[in-house]
């Protein structure tokens, strides 16, 4: 399997911890929004900031839906060199709590990268309509309160969407490579090599700063013929193991 420098890892260890701790205050900011939404529900409900609100909650709920760090999980072993770049290109099973989700660890990672981009404009408008609120001094308690976490959550989306953005990429990049996996069963080696199809397209994503928030943009990328043959003459039929030969010794 493919070697990874140190520095390379630590900047990857960096991602994960932060991706994990921006995912639990964002858990916690969720909890807080839960709580506001219900105990205003009835005299804020027909207010334009309150239906921002309660979007706001809605992909909330999508994004700690999505199993963001399930396909953590999966994704940095393979970052790591430790797991085979394949693993996460196959659909999950699918269970009967969740019949639907058979989609791959790679996949839902993108639609991860989605939801996060959309995500902004929901918060930028509730925070809009809260200060005219504010600035007629209606409510200031529950309009600082709201807006002190509208902005904590929009600081948590747009750092988790260069996280995630990133990740993408480079898992993107490692699934176009040539792999080799290790098999051993009953005290056998064998080792297994997968190439990418030449007929596949590959997502690449990027972050482009407009105006007041990080835009994601897709790209299709598709595997030219020439990376492929490369590949395939980087594991030809010469061993990179050598043998030496040693003299018979007599009995004699």
Known sequence: MPQRSE??????????????????????????????VYKHRNQHRGAAYFQYLLKVR???????GAGLA??????FPVL??????????????QSKKKPVANH????????????????????????????????????????????SLLARVRVLI???????VSIYNKVTDLTERKQAVKI?????????????????????????????????????KYISQENQVENQKCCGPESTVQYETIALISEG
């Open 184 to 220: 051993s069963i009953s005290g056998v080696q064998a080792f297994r090599e997968y190439y990418p199809s030449m007929n596949d397209a590959c997502t690449v994503l990027e972050c482009v700063w407009i105006k007041d928030k990080f835009v994601l943009h897709e790209k299709v």
């Open 7 to 36: 520095a390379g890892t630590a900047g990857e260890g960096d991602e994960e911890q932060r991706l994990r701790a921006a995912l639990c205050h964002l858990q916690a900011e969720a909890g807080v929004l839960e709580r506001l």
């Open 158 to 164: 747009q750092q988790m969407l260069l996280d995630v």
């Open 70 to 75: 399930e396909v953590l999980n999966a994704v």
């Open 104 to 147: 791959s660890h790679h996949q839902r990672l993108l639609g991860v990268a989605r939801l996060l981009s959309q995500m902004s404009e929901p918060v930028m408008k509730a925070a809009i309509q809260i200060t005219f609120l504010l600035a007629r001094s209606f409510f200031v308690d529950l309009c600082t309160a709201v807006l």
């Open 80 to 93: 790591a060199c430790r797991k085979p770049a394949n693993t996460i290109l196959v659909p999950n099973k």
């Open 58 to 64: 809605r992909d909330l709920k999508l994004l700690l």
